[in-house]
């Protein structure tokens, strides 16, 4: 059963007891005139009691309720703003750190290329290292160039040849070895 599925039952509910209150506070006053007696009218006067009892705790659950969801409102609608705004704040960072690396990344490409073309790599084994480098899988690389996962493997084992590194993660490592060892990395 959802909230607002409970607040309705909780709303029927009022009513219902605010009903049984009233009819019960009239059938006291026809009582009272046509003279019953007094323990029946002592009955009818405590279902009185109890009902409105019931029907004013009912009133202060469904306020209670409503100023809770209206909190609970209030305070989506805030975080809401808060996620915007980071995400806002995320998209400036990134646009600022790639305008801060853009000829970084293009100097660094042009070194990794001259470096390929002393080991006299064709134009698709450039292609592969890089892939190799970025970290694709022999699968994914195939997929990119629309070739056989064995063809890429073989292409590999030639990078590797020609390099004379003994696979992937020294591929890499020649790079990035070069590019931190210059840099001063916190303790």
């Known amino acids: 059963m959802t909230s607002t599925q409970e607040n309705k039952i909780k709303i029927i509910t009022f009513i219902l007891l605010l009903g049984v209150s009233l009819f019960t506070m009239f059938d006291v ?61 995320i998209k ?28 006299s790599f064709s134009r698709g084994e450039k292609e592969i290292a890089l892939l190799l480098i970025k970290g694709l899988s022999m699968k994914e690389i195939a997929e990119i160039r629309g070739s056989n996962e064995n063809t890429v493997r073989q292409q590999a084992s030639q990078i590797y040849r020609k390099s004379q590194l003994g696979g992937r993660m020294e591929l890499s490592a020649f790079f990035l070895d070069d590019l931190l060892a210059q840099s001063n990395l916190p303790n």
Do not use: C, P
């Not at 409105?52 to 209206?70: D, H, P, Y």
């Not at 600022?96 to 490409?109: P, T, V």
């Open 92 to 119: 400036e960072e990134q646009m600022d750190f790639q305008q801060k690396i853009g000829h970084l990344s293009s100097e660094f490409l042009s070194y990794i290329d001259a470096q390929f073309n002393r080991w």
């Open 29 to 89: 006053v026809v009582d009272m005139r046509q003279g019953v007696g007094i323990d029946h009218l002592m009955l009818e006067i405590a279902l009185w009691i109890f009902s409105m009892l019931g029907a004013f705790f009912q009133f202060r659950i469904v306020k209670w309720q409503s100023n809770e969801m209206t909190g609970y409102r209030e305070k989506i609608t805030e975080l809401g703003l808060i996620n915007a705004n980071l995400n806002q704040k």
